[in-house]
Structure formats: structure tokens, C-alpha cells
């Protein structure tokens, strides 16, 4: 595949299906209202998170708005949720350039999609979902600010999904003291985003979510966990590693407390572990789901 974004995202979806806390799911469907109800997601991406609740029978008869920021990702999209739903026997009929609707005897997916900074949609004031995802996106944003704006899209329901918490994994080992040097380097980089963003948000969020007056109801670990089998990565999970790997590069390739040369030397041998199928890599994560 080609070094995209949007490609990065087809690429996870197996990383992601595997780590999604499957407690945290089922809490989650146990307590949906009954359909048709409305869904807002935050950090949409290209609607991998719609694939899998209609390929899991989680949704059936819904409406459901994908909101991101990046125009790349919403036109992917626009060309992707078509060409999944027909492939799992959908009809799909559009209505203008950013509305679908996805059906069959028993599904009823109506579709917006919207490209949007999530807090200039927030001050659109759209009408509040039952079901607010944020899905690998809370750890990117200024918390626990963000919070109110966030559930001001919902009267219910908040599905927190893949909040990393502070630790990554490189195995095997290449040198001890730069595999430690590197990780706690890169975890810091997610702290001083001037975007905002916290390395530890998923072990936050309990206190955080509280203090917004959100009532947990279930929680519990994500982790992603990438390792090959039979010397080789199912799917396109070499691809999700190189592409982790080139998140890690540009985050650190100019820090003051590494050498370059260093990280390159480094990066070559992770990525040599790739080719070779030996690298494993582990990402600690948290799943929430709150009422809001």
C-alpha cells in the first residue's frame, strides 16, 4: 500500500479489532437504546469503526455522522463505505455529496459525513446523539478541557475507545538503554504536542470522566499487540508497523536529548525486524464506556 494516512487506517483494522476491550463492547450493546437511534463519531477517519458495528451486528436501523478533520480522510470515505457495503451485500444510494444510505431486508445505515475540526462542529450545535465514539482520538486532544464540548454531542451514551497509557513495547531488544531512551522520549513528545495530547490518558480518564459528571460503566484494557505468525504478519500488519515506526521517526528525529544517528541506527534495526518477521510490538490502551 501506499505510505497514506487513510491507508494507515485500512491497515489497523485488524490491530484494532483484536484490542477492542470486548467487555467494554458488550456493555456497550447492552446498553443501546432500542433503534433507530443516532451516533455522532469524533475522529472518524475513513469509517473503519462503521464497518465493523455493521459487520458485528452491532447497529442495524441508525443514523450515523463520521466527523473528521482531515479532507483526505473524508474523501477516502466517500469512495470506501460504498464499496465495503456492497461487498457485504448492501444497496447504497446517495443523496447529495456527503450522505449515504446503506440498506438491506434488515439494515437501515443513513450516513453523514462531515469534515470538520470537532470543536468547530461542536459549535454548529447538531442536534445530540444517543451514542458519542471517539475511537484512538481522546489521547490527541487537551484533556480534560475537551470533555464538556465533547459530550455536549451526546444525551446518553460516550464509547471511549484505544486511549494509549504510557507504554510501548519494542521486542526483541536492541540495545536496553536505547530501546528506554527512545520510548520514554517518544511518550514525551505526546505530552508537549502543542495541539494538545497525554501519554497517560487512558489511567486519567477514570478521574477525568468523573469530574465531567460522567458515570462509568464499564472499562477496561485495549491493548494493541502486533506479532507475526509463522515468521509472517496477518494482513496488512507489517505495513501498520512500518507506519508506527514513521510516526515514532518524525516525532523524535530532531529531539535534542537523542542523536540522529542514534535513531537511525535504531530505526534501521526495527524495520530489518519487520522484513524478517520477528518484531512484536505492544501498545497499552484503554476502553471506557460512560453515561454522560
Known sequence: MEPSFPNYLLSKQSVDDRAL???VLNALKANLPSEPFRI?????????????????DVIRNVEYVLVDEMRENIEYARAWIPQFAGEAGLRVEGSGR???RLSDNERDIRIQLAQADVFDFVKTKPPPADVLIAHAFLDLLPLP?????LFSLTKRL???????????????????????????LYHQTMDTRATGGDSKSGRHLFGYLHNAGAEILAAGASDWVVYPLNGKYPHDEAF?????LT??????????????????????KRRAQIERGELVYIAHQMDFLARV
Open 98 to 100: 456527503d450522505r449515504l
Open 145 to 149: 478541557e475537551s470533555l464538556p464540548n
Open 21 to 23: 476491550n470486548k467487555d
Open 40 to 56: 455522532i463519531e469524533v475522529g472518524a477517519g475513513i469509517g473503519t469503526m462503521l464497518k465493523r458495528l455493521i459487520c458485528w
Open 247 to 268: 510516526f515514532l521517526e518524525k516525532s523524535l528525529e530532531k529531539h535534542p536529548e537523542l542523536s540522529g544517528d542514534d535513531l537511525r541506527h535504531w530505526l534501521r
Open 240 to 244: 501498520f508497523l512500518n507506519f508506527i
Open 158 to 184: 460516550a464509547w471511549l475507545t484505544i486511549n494509549f497509557d504510557g507504554v510501548t513495547t519494542f521486542k526483541p531488544t536492541i540495545d536496553a538503554t536505547l530501546d528506554e531512551i527512545i520510548e520514554r
